[in-house]
């Protein structure tokens, strides 16, 4: 698994889109938070906090994402070589994790270069330090457990399909689904005492949840079951092409 861990780490990093990805998701942070006259602008903002950051980064990763991950399995499929990839001696769960974990690696990079607005943020407050850091090492921990879930989801759209933009396309679709579908279905208040547990279903209320500093375990183990629902899709359908 790590043999293939390393390859894939290579294969985003000797590719145009794994570079891509990191720097349009720096770029388009930076320019929101610090270029641009918004709300998202935290000069403007009038508040030492990166609230206007973990706003914007999920709908960034929404698109990003999808993008990294839509050539994980269905590049593969296209060119035949997921026989021999199947052939190797790894077992299913081994291919799936291998390239699960760089993907989220690929993440981690390009959220390990945004600790520089926090240190920015942290010097420009009045007086200096005074942040709230509860807030937003809680919200940094959702972002990441988001993100890992979109690769998880991305990953399955890749293995349902040998076209990399039909994955893309159904993954974005399946991600924000996940993560604003069940909050609108709840706004409609269509199902009387079943909408609350109707949002709970949906990521954004389990990110919003940790964004507010307080790490619960509830959240923590909604996020790592649906990740682990869809690495588990993932091998299925791996498996179904041994049959």
Known sequence: MY???????????????GIMVVVVFLLITGLFLWVFQSDFNVMTFGYANLDSLFILAPWVFLFLVPAVTMRSFAEERRTGTIEMLLTKPLSDWQIVTGKYFAGVVLVIMALLPTLIYYISVYQLSLPVG?????????????????SATFVSIGLFCSSVTNNQILAFILSVFLCGFLYL???????????GKVDLFIQQLGMANHYSSMSRGVIDTRDLIYFLSVIVLFLSLTKLTLSIRKW
């Open 130 to 146: 005074n942040v709230d850091n509860g807030g937003f090492w809680g919200s940094y921990i959702g972002l990441f457990f988001l």
């Open 3 to 17: 043999a293939l861990f390393k390859k894939e780490i290579s294969n985003f990093l000797g590719s145009l889109i």
């Open 181 to 191: 579908g069940f909050d609108l279905i709840y706004s409609m208040a269509l199902f």
